[in-house]
């Protein structure tokens, strides 16, 4: 009698990894051994390295960041959906699935992406894992905000490294979609960067405050810093109350602020004005547009 264990094969014929647990202590009870070798968390024998240990560790301080968000939405309507805005590989929405919403009834993470190849492997790997509450979109974010392929009401926008002026995409997502909550690690943005080397020369004639981005280098992390300034007064101008920290330990250390809005529907008084104010002083206007709506 052959007594090797026939293998439960997921819809794509690939075998489903059994769910039997490893002996590894930072891996939590009930988490997927399968989607953790699939972001190489842990290697095919189920090992883990030190290396492995610090991603693991970066990957639950995120989650301890957003889990308390999503126990809120849950518990106010028993139900949640949250989009993922430039997903990539969609690690964060299937660690979000796995760590909460695969033990819950409701709940579902779209994760929007614009390269087709990472939607097609996200796809695979939610089937194999039978994480059926997952849907992952090839479209851009801009593109997101007007497609019915998502749901009217979208609780919780995150957006984690989303290239450029994505995050600002997913800004405007978020405040068309009412969001409660958004959830932003931005990625490097060169447009305001961009705007302040375009006009360098008429700011040295207009204000001093232009040393503070006439080196190159300094061009480039003003205008990072700027933008993010200029996206948290945008937040605050809708009804936001803002958390800004720092990613503490995350391995993209250069790109490692972290900015937490909740919806209060209290609009800071003077967010407009000041967003008018510093566009104006730091000749940011052809800006305009992106800031303030
Ligand atoms: C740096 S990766 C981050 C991926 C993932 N969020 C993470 O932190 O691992 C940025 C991803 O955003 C995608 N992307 C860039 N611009 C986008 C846009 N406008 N709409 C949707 N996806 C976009 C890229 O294809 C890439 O996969």
């Known amino acids: 009698m052959n007594r090797t264990r026939h293998k439960p094969e997921a819809p794509t014929g690939r075998p489903i990894a059994p769910a039997a647990p490893v002996a590894v202590p930072d891996v939590r009870p009930g988490q997927s051994v399968e989607l953790l070798k699939e972001l190489h968390i842990l290697t095919r024998d189920g090992k883990l390295n030190q290396d492995s240990r610090r991603k693991l560790k970066q990957v639950y301080h995120l989650y301890n960041f957003i889990e308390p968000l999503l126990e809120e939405v849950m518990a106010a309507r028993g139900d949640l959906t949250l989009a993922d805005h430039g997903a ?5 929405g299937f660690i979000l699935y796995d760590l909460f919403l695969k033990s819950r009834q409701g709940g579902h993470i779209y994760g929007i992406e614009t390269r087709e190849e990472l939607v097609a492997r ?32 979208i609780d919780i926008v995150t957006a984690l490294h989303a290239c450029n002026t994505a995050t600002d995409d997913a800004i405007r997502f ?10 932003l ?16 020369n008429e700011s040295f004639g207009r204000t001093p405050l232009s040393e503070l981005w006439r080196h190159p280098i300094h061009t480039r992390e003003f ?17 936001y109350q803002l958390t800004v920290t720092e990613l503490v330990g995350w391995e993209h250390s250069m790109k490692n602020e ?36």
Not at 134 to 150: D, K, Y
Not at 174 to 183: C, G, N, S, T
């Open 122 to 153: 996200s796809r695979e790997l939610a089937g194999r894992l039978g994480f059926g509450r997952m849907s992952f979109l090839n479209l851009s974010v801009e593109e997101s905000i007007r497609s019915a392929e998502l749901p009217e009401r």
């Open 258 to 293: 972290l900015i937490i809005a909740r919806a209060t529907g209290q609009r800071r008084g003077n967010a407009r004005e000041r967003l008018e104010s510093i566009l104006a002083e730091l000749n940011l206007q052809d800006l305009r547009e992106r800031f303030i709506y």
């Open 88 to 92: 990539g590989k969609s690690y964060l």
């Open 174 to 183: 978020a405040l068309e979609k009412h969001a409660r909550f958004i959830v």
């Open 223 to 239: 205008g990072s810093q700027i933008t993010n300034v200029l996206r948290c007064l945008l937040l605050e101008s809708h009804g």
């Open 185 to 200: 690690v931005p990625c490097c943005q060169a447009e305001v960067a961009a705007t302040l080397r375009k006009h360098k």
